[in-house]
């Protein structure tokens, strides 16, 4: 007769193996292979098959296994055939846990919305008071000419070769001056940015200033 635990060969006779000392009493048939099995074997070890009987349960003082169907105490946090936890969080309350964001969690992403909000609507009113008082006052004396669109840094590089022609503010240079006197100063730069305006390039505006107005540095 084959030992049971280790294998190896015995007498038909022996109640204990000779190698390892397990006991060879069979007193357990498993009922669902019909394998042997040591008597105090839980589990069939050929199929794994649950080897204690399950026992009825007596209402009230016993809780079933939800693993091996085995009966428990009450009290018993733990399957004692199968080890499988007993008490388990019922599902519906876990299902209420995870159905959703709490109401305080939803307050709070729709507080931090309306300061996100509040912060921007703050930060563009700031915005355009910057570029309020930055942008050039209507009465400044140097205006573009109505035909627009030069580039002022080409104007002031026309204008940094002549003096005001107006011969009435002690012939400042004409990139400074902002007289606005009979061909003073801001009469001639609405003349260069008109000329730069249709597209003549720097050289070629000079050259209609001096006509024009003259006194060309």
């Known amino acids: 007769m084959k030992c049971i635990q280790c294998g190896i060969e015995n007498p038909k006779q022996a109640k204990f193996c000779k190698k390892c000392g397990a006991s060879q009493v069979i007193r357990t048939r498993c009922a669902h292979c019909n394998a042997e099995n040591s008597g105090d074997a839980t589990f069939c070890a050929e199929c794994g098959e649950n080897l204690i009987p399950v026992q009825k349960s007596v209402k009230g003082t016993q809780r079933k296994c939800r693993n091996c169907g085995q009966f428990n105490k009450l009290d018993a946090l733990l399957c004692a055939a199968c080890g499988e936890a007993i008490i388990r969080a019922?599902?519906?309350?876990?299902q209420r846990r995870s159905s959703g964001p709490s109401i305080k969690t939803i307050a709070l992403v729709i507080g931090i919305i309306l300061l996100v909000g509040?912060?921007?609507?703050?930060?563009m009113t700031v915005f355009k008071q910057d570029r309020s008082s930055q942008a050039?006052?209507?009465?400044?004396?140097?205006?573009?000419?109505?035909?627009?669109?030069?580039?002022?840094?080409?104007?002031?590089?026309?204008?940094?070769?002549?003096?005001?022609?107006?011969d009435g503010c002690g012939e400042k240079p004409l990139a400074s001056c902002e007289c606005d006197m009979p061909r003073g100063a801001v009469e001639e730069k609405n003349f260069i940015r008109e000329k730069l305006s249709e597209g003549l390039t720097v050289k070629q505006v000079i050259e209609l200033v001096d006509k024009k107005y003259g006194h060309r540095i």
């Open 118 to 123: 509040f912060l921007v609507e703050i930060g």
């Open 90 to 94: 019922p599902r519906e309350n876990v």
């Open 136 to 166: 050039p006052s209507s009465s400044a004396p140097i205006r573009q000419s109505s035909a627009g669109g030069a580039d002022e840094a080409q104007v002031i590089a026309v204008a940094r070769n002549f003096i005001c022609a107006c």
